[in-house]
């Protein structure tokens, strides 16, 4: 079964810093797409970034950045010039299309990230 | 252990018609949403509760209604279909620092 775990619970970073999330992921399919979502106080789930696994090259969104190494299942968010808009909790996901048609959408338990003035 | 069970998996609607979907989880989560996804976008929130009785709206709700007379169920009313509310819908719930668990989705096509 596919599993998504982010091992990093709470973070913090001082304004105008670099920090990377971690996430891993377990699974046997080939073709999947991963997503890092923002969600703040008000529940939604924002879209950061999504990587289509057969692309080799890593996706970049303005100050959110990837690295996705797919052999080793792992796929960090690197966020660039922090801002105090950034605190928010982030969530790794993982989703594919099974051969019955449907979808598999699985969350990490997430990680709360602060930004710092 | 069923986790989260959306019906149906497809439908295909006229433009006018309602219909509901339904979501069920078995694992006493007090959060339960609704999100749609259109293509190449990401999540979008619908509606949420966070326990039988208590509803909120998120940040698309124009055209659904939800209720939660009960802490497994959460269905989605869709009135008056429209080909804007053709997408992917999830469902899902959660309990605090669990993360969440995502039904299979339901692809609704408007037509």
């Known amino acids: 079964a596919q599993t998504v775990t982010q091992s990093q619970p709470e973070m913090s970073v001082q304004e105008a810093e670099t920090v990377t999330l971690s996430c891993t992921y377990d699974t046997s399919e080939n073709n999947y797409y991963l997503f890092w979502y923002k969600q703040p106080p008000s529940r939604q789930m924002i879209l950061v970034i999504r990587q289509e696994a057969y692309k080799q090259q890593n996706a970049t969104e303005n100050r959110f950045s990837v690295n996705f190494q797919k052999a080793a299942k792992s796929f960090s968010l690197k966020i660039s010039d922090s801002q105090l808009g950034d605190t928010a909790m982030y969530f790794c996901a993982f989703m594919n299309f099974t051969t019955s048609g449907t979808y598999k959408y699985i969350f990490g338990t997430g990680t709360r990230l602060k930004v710092l003035a | 252990n069923a986790g989260v069970t959306q019906t149906p998996k497809f439908r295909i609607l006229k433009i006018g018609q309602s219909m509901t979907l339904q979501c069920t989880q078995d694992?006493?989560?007090?959060?339960m949403y609704w999100y749609r996804q259109d293509p190449g976008m990401g999540l979008k929130l619908i509606y949420y509760s966070v326990g039988a009785g208590i509803t909120d709206k998120g940040e698309v709700p124009n055209g659904y209604n939800v209720s939660r007379s009960t802490t497994e169920d959460f269905p989605l009313r869709l009135e008056l279909a429209a080909p804007s509310q053709t997408s992917v819908y999830f469902c899902?719930?959660?309990?605090?620092?669990?993360?969440?668990?995502f039904g299979s989705g339901t692809r609704l096509t408007v037509v």
């Open positions: 899902a719930s959660s309990n605090t620092g669990y993360g969440y668990t």
């Open positions: 694992m006493n989560h007090n959060y």
